[in-house]
């Protein structure tokens, strides 16, 4: 394969529903796919809601609107990738989902297709060792939110060979994004450095140091970061929070990086950040209240 021109992306969730949109403006037809018809539609109206707020904001125009609309269509089965020149996982952070999805997957792909993880934190080389073709699979991690973020990884497994990563670096470039390469280490560049900065705050909070308005204030005015790490950490998601940090304890075994208690306690309660109306702020009035 020369060229990739027709891209699958498994979950149609926040991550893949952004992978889709901007593959669709850049040109690409796109298949998104997820277990469900309700997941899928409701995947396709972010992406209707977001293309349309970059009409009013003069991003894009209605005509390009509406053609990479048309160039996205959704599928509840692999069979429906058996097209696609590249396959993109975005589901949930966790390995035993992704090694299942990889495992079900391949057999439905033609044989010279490329497979990707969008995983934030976990190993190339292990996900590729449950594929049929380890050489030809790549992390491509994209940051959040994907239509509005510049930055996209590029990781590399032991087995990837030069030709899929030239293809992946080229894609990426179609999209209007920036690459850069990252080594297979836990949790990679972005995440190395800011999971553990958030992990921090949340010890920062649950050693009664600071309330998390005052956590959020202090790194916002004091550090110039355009949002607070405890808001951030809602808007990425505790569960990914906690998953991210999991994976760079285990796989470094440093105690730098255990989990803050707080983070797996709110975890527990199901209050993973805006996904569930709840995390370190509560979002179910009109503006968010800190839950500490």
Known sequence: MDEIRKVGVIGAGQMGSGIAHVAAVAGFDVVLTDISEERLKAGLATINGYMARQVQREQLDETQRTAALRRIV?????????????VIEAATENEATKRKIFTTLCPSLKAGALVASNTSSISI????????????????????????MQLVELIRGIQTDAATFELARIFIEKLGKTPTVSEDFPAFIVNRILLPMINEAVYTLHEGIGSVDAIDTAMRLGANHPMGPLQLADFIGLDTCLAVMQVLHEGLADSKYRPCPLLVKYVEAGWLGRKTNRGFYDYRGETPVPTR
């Open 125 to 148: 080389t292990r996900l590729a060792s449950v594929t049929d073709r380890p050489e030809k699979f790549i992390g491509i991690h994209f940051m959040n939110p994907v239509p509005r």
């Open 74 to 86: 959704s599928s509840d089965q692999y069979s429906g990738l058996y097209d696609c020149d590249l």
